[in-house]
Nanobody
């Protein structure tokens, strides 16, 4: 059974970079199967879920067009982790951030990130 766990700072100052890590257990984030994508998704207060981007088993990366100028998703295969970096954050980036694997969809518990000075 795959499990995902987000980690990172809960408070980021405006204009800085938000960095989160998703640690995966029970599955490998890199295989030759090309079956799954490993996603970052967020939910701002009072809003619905927003897909931010994903990295596939094979390393293919997709970003939301609305974020692609300031988002980066990478992975560390030795640690079975993938990371999110969101640059130049504003208070509008305050949200609960989730990592998730598609397919049968498995989610981390989510982590609150607040952008405030």
């Amino acid at each position: 059974q795959v499990q995902l766990q987000e980690s990172g700072p809960g408070l980021v100052k405006p204009s800085q970079t938000l960095s989160l890590t998703c640690t995966v257990s029970g599955d490998s984030i890199t295989t030759d199967r090309n079956l799954y994508y490993w996603n970052w998704i967020r939910q701002s207060p009072g809003k619905g879920l927003e897909w931010m981007g994903a990295i596939g088993d094979s390393g293919t990366i997709y970003y939301s067009p609305s974020l692609e100028s300031r988002i980066s998703i990478t992975r560390d295969v030795s640690k079975n982790q993938f990371t999110l970096q969101l640059m130049s954050v504003t208070p509008a980036d305050t949200a609960v951030y989730y990592c998730a694997r598609d397919g049968a969809w498995s989610w981390g518990q989510g982590t609150q990130v607040t952008v405030s000075s």
